[in-house]
């Protein structure tokens, strides 16, 4: 191998180690992003749970903190408010799911990323691969059935339960726009649910295979680790 060709390949090893870097730090901080929605949804759940289970004690309280912070001056329209509370809680579950499903489509990215390194520069880079499933806690398992299992079951639930008192509450005046309205926000919700399970869980169906990189990289030998080297003198050989 000539110096300007080991000079290439050791340019090319740099930049796709700083991609790995930072397709890792772009991964924390949707990690970091999908948190803290995930936090404001499970709020808005507890609160439209709450609004619909007793919409006559939510609307007094709406009705307090109006005069406290507006005025008398104020009418509030329940149904509205209850409307909006819904296309609000639509929003955070689409961008909820968003985040969920770019972060679970990352790491198989780096694993590729990882066994090319690995096998390029002749040193172990595990961190997101083999040295993280390997001996998983069963606490990580428990939280990441709750983040895909048991939060969308969840809300599955309370959508439902949402409805039903939907249909209590307007009864015979279900052609209400506000009814019409709402009943398209829940079915919405419950769409995206089983859209991310459908995923998650099944793949699709295993209709495509997660895109790996197809880069082929030659690294000299003196920025590969002797070990390495000897097992690849090994093979040629035989």
Same mark, same amino acid.
């Given at each position: 191998m000539s110096s300007q060709d080991g000079v290439k390949n050791e340019k090319s090893l740099e930049l796709y180690y700083d991609h790995y870097k930072d397709t890792f730090s772009y991964l924390?901080? #949707?990690?970091?992003?999908? +948190?803290?929605? /995930? =936090?404001?949804?499970?709020? *808005? $759940?507890? *609160? !439209? /749970?709450?609004?619909?289970?007793? @919409? +006559?004690?939510?609307?007094?309280?709406?009705?307090v903190l109006v005069k406290k912070n507006i005025g008398d001056s104020i009418y509030i329209n329940v149904n509205f408010v209850n409307s909006l509370l819904l296309f609000a809680f639509l929003s955070l579950i689409i961008k909820y799911f968003q985040l969920t499903l770019l972060i679970?489509?990352? =790491? @198989? =990215? *780096?694993? %590729? !990323?990882?066994?090319?390194?690995t096998a390029n520069l002749g040193v172990k880079i595990t961190r997101e691969g083999k040295s993280y499933v390997e001996a998983y806690p069963i606490v990580l398992s428990v939280i990441h059935r709750i983040y895909s299992l048991l939060f969308p079951g969840v809300l599955v639930s309370v959508v439902v339960v949402k409805f039903l008192n939907e249909i209590k509450f307007f009864g015979a005046e279900w052609k209400n726009g =506000? /009814? $019409? /309205? +709402?009943?398209?926000?829940? *079915?919405? !919700?419950? $769409?995206?649910?089983? %859209? #991310? !399970?459908?995923?998650?869980q099944f793949k699709d169906f295993k209709k495509s295979v997660e895109p790996q990189p197809s880069v082929v990289l030659e690294a000299p030998e003196e920025l590969i680790a002797p070990e390495f080297l000897d097992k690849t003198d090994d093979n040629q050989s035989l």
């Open positions: 924390r901080v #949707y990690i970091a992003t999908r +948190d803290k929605v /995930f =936090y404001i949804t499970l709020g *808005l $759940l507890i *609160l !439209i /749970f709450f609004q619909s289970n007793n @919409p +006559d004690v939510a609307k007094n309280i709406s009705a679970e489509r990352q =790491y @198989p =990215y *780096l694993h %590729a !990323i990882e066994e090319e390194l =506000y /009814f $019409l /309205f +709402d009943s398209l926000i829940l *079915l919405f !919700i419950i $769409l995206i649910i089983a %859209a #991310y !399970i459908s995923w998650s």
